[in-house]
């Protein structure tokens, strides 16, 4: 069954304290992996994707990375501003996108 | 652009009345679909569709009807509803094309059932 697992659950950081959220997955067919932010009360909001191992991308604060079993989101020098739910999308194929549960962040001044 | 959007943001049914939660999109996108979030669990699958006029099941639509008759928009409809179906819903659309698309999201609807 294709899975997706994030942890941890939650994540508590001082401002400026770098850290890194992670994703694994289990699947008989990747074909690509989303990164999403949630605020509470609003609907996710789209940051990455990544399609093979050994790709990044990076956007402000923020580096995701892949390998054949995990995606990780390195977040550098946070922010107060970079508190949200953060959300690990797995697409297997058409239609097909499996949700992770997600990492709450909060980062504290 | 407005995006996704839905109304209405907040409901409270009692146990067997109908609803019905609106979404529409500006981006004229051909992919659309519904999803509910639940505590606890990543979002799940209701209903899709890939135009107007073709919908179909997703991982949870037992209760759910959506019908689709323009690009813009795609009505969930809750036909009797149960405490079960409370949660918050969304709406997301994307581009259909070739490749992996990301979607876009609407901003929720929280839905109640007592």
């Known amino acids: 069954e294709d899975q997706v697992t994030q942890s941890p659950e939650a994540l508590r950081l001082q401002e400026g304290e770098s850290s890194s959220l992670n994703c694994s997955y289990t699947v008989s067919g990747l074909r690509g992996l989303f990164w999403y932010r949630q605020d509470p009360g609003k609907g996710p909001e789209f940051l990455f994707t990544?399609?093979?191992a050994g790709e990044e991308k990076e956007k402000e604060r923020l580096k995701a990375t892949l390998t054949k079993k995990e995606s990780f989101l390195h977040i550098t020098a946070p922010k107060p501003e970079d508190s949200a739910t953060y959300l690990c999308?797995?697409?297997?194929?058409?239609?097909?996108?499996?949700f992770g549960t997600g990492t709450r962040l909060l980062v504290s001044p | 652009n407005a995006g996704v959007t839905q109304t209405p943001k907040f409901q409270v049914l009692k146990t067997g009345q109908s609803m019905t939660l609106q979404c529409a999109q500006d981006m004229n996108h051909e992919y659309m679909s519904w999803y509910r979030q639940d505590p606890g669990m990543g979002l799940r699958l209701i209903h899709y569709?890939?135009?107007?006029?073709?919908?179909d099941q997703g991982e949870v639509p037992n209760g759910y009807n959506v019908s689709r008759s323009t690009t813009e928009d795609f009505p969930l409809r809750l036909l009797s509803a149960a405490p079960s179906q409370t949660s918050v819903y969304f709406c997301a659309s994307r581009f259909d094309g070739v490749g992996v698309n990301e979607q876009f999201f609407g901003p929720g609807t929280r839905l109640t059932v007592l």
């Open positions: 990544l399609y093979s």
């Open positions: 999308v797995m697409n297997t194929g058409f239609q097909k996108l499996v």
């Open positions: 569709s890939v135009g107007a006029g073709i919908t």
